[in-house]
Every structure is written in structure tokens, then in C-alpha cells.
């Protein structure tokens, strides 16, 4: 099944000192319990190349629930509702369900859905001024995590962009559109029944 990767950071941003862009993430991640956004996707190889687009759109609730739409290129559904991640592959009529957990923690969907502890899973520091945007740097402490660093652009206090650097070289590269804080959002955004006839395959023994 293609995984396309779990990403996502809503955050808030402060350009003057380092200190003050840290508080002003943990204030917004504090503040925001709920968000929305349409968002486009490139993969970028080691050496810059565009390998893969892809656009949907995107919606979370903390802590844990979350749900990402790829409408293009092909049809992928991403939802954790607290406690599991399905992923639903229209083109492959496959869903894979898997433990949400600690897992969460250390993923860049932690910036985005995941508890406030977000010191106990990252480092942060800010990265300076690129392309017109304010970055923020989040390198994971764990030592296993599948991605090297997130890093989040922002444009008037605003989420703009997103870099994720897996282990393998990738770069992948969000930009968001139309984000909104604090919606209101309906439970069932959260819930995922698999449809009739597709293969299901879990994680859970």
C-alpha cells in the first residue's frame, strides 16, 4: 500500500528571539484544539527532484484525531481516532489499521494532533528567514524515528509551509491553504468504517 507520509504541524510563530518562538508555539499548540486546511504535497529526492505531487485536504482535533484526504493523484484517506490510524487506499481496495500509541509521539503528526509534551519528543529551535517566510526547526530525540527534521514556515503568524526530511533523503515539502483555527468539528470527522469489499489488514495480534 502506498503510505504517503503523516505530516502536519498548525503552530504559531514569533520572529524575534529564539525563546519567544518556542512560547509562542506552545501557546498556540495550548490554544488551538481543533483546525482545518487544504494543503499540496511534493516528495523531492536528494537531489531536489520532484518525484511525486499529490493535494487534499486536512483536519485535526487534539490529542490524537486527525484526518488527511488525498484527492490527487490518487484517492488516500489518513484518520486516527485516538487510539488507531486507518489508511484507506482507494486505487488498492486496502485498508491498514495501526496502533496510534506512542508512535504519534515522536511523528511530525504529533506537531499537529498529538498531547502538549511537545518538548518530551522534540528539540526546537528557530531557523531563521527563507523564501519570505519565518522557520521553525523541530528535530526528533528519537533516535529511531523514521525522519531527520520538521521544519515549519510561517507568514504573519500564519502556517505556510512544511519540510519533513525522512532517513532516506527525501524532502517533503507542504504548503497550506485556507487554515482555519478552532472550527467546529463533527465526530464522525474522526471515525473511518472501511467500505464493503476491501481487503483490511491490522496491526493487532
Not at 104 to 111: D, F, M, R, V
Not at 137 to 163: H, I
Request: glycine letters at 8%; proline letters at 4%; hydrophobic letters at 40%.
Amino acid at each position: 500500500m502506498r503510505t504517503p507520509l503523516l505530516l502536519a504541524a498548525l503552530l504559531a510563530f514569533s520572529s524575534a528571539a529564539m525563546a519567544d518562538s518556542i512560547d509562542a508555539l506552545k501557546a498556540f499548540v495550548a490554544d488551538t484544539k481543533t483546525a482545518r486546511a487544504s494543503f499540496t504535497q511534493a516528495v523531492l529526492d536528494k537531489s531536489g527532484k520532484v518525484r511525486q505531487q499529490s493535494s487534499g485536504t486536512m483536519a485535526f482535533a487534539r490529542p490524537g484525531k486527525f484526518r488527511w484526504v488525498y484527492q490527487k493523484p490518487f484517492e488516500q484517506v489518513i484518520v486516527g481516532d485516538g487510539s488507531k490510524i486507518w489508511l484507506y487506499d482507494a486505487d488498492l481496495q486496502q485498508v491498514t489499521i495501526k496502533q496510534l500509541g506512542q508512535a504519534l509521539g515522536s511523528s511530525p503528526a504529533a506537531l499537529l494532533a498529538g498531547s502538549k509534551d511537545i518538548d518530551k519528543f522534540y528539540t526546537l529551535k528557530d531557523a531563521g528567514s527563507r523564501d519570505g517566510l519565518e522557520w521553525l526547526e523541530a528535530t526528533p530525540k528519537d533516535k529511531e524515528s523514521t525522519f531527520t527534521g520538521v521544519r515549519m514556515g510561517f507568514a504573519q503568524n500564519t502556517l505556510a509551509a512544511m519540510e519533513i526530511k525522512d532517513n532516506f533523503g527525501q524532502t517533503t515539502v507542504l504548503k497550506f491553504a485556507g487554515l482555519e483555527r478552532n472550527p467546529s468539528l463533527p465526530a464522525s470527522e474522526f471515525r473511518f468504517t472501511p467500505p464493503k469489499g476491501v481487503d483490511v489488514i491490522s496491526d493487532q495480534k
